[in-house]
């Protein structure tokens, strides 16, 4: 199942999910994104993260 990355926007199936630190929203990030360390920013509550 493809998912969309939150980071680059990109669809993707090799992703990490987690909830956010802050209102546990669920954030998706592409592997690419993971490796080069892309920050991400919670489309909630705009926290950012890396
Ligand atoms: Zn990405
Ligand atoms: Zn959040």
Do not use: D, W
């Not at 956010?20 to 892309?38: M, P, T, Y």
């Amino acid at each position: 199942m493809l998912k969309n990355c939150i980071t680059c926007g990109k669809q993707t199936k090799s992703y990490s999910e987690f909830p956010c630190v802050e209102c546990g929203e669920k954030i998706v990030r592409c592997a690419h994104c993971r490796k080069i360390s892309n920050k991400y920013r919670c489309p909630s509550c705009k926290r950012e993260g890396p």
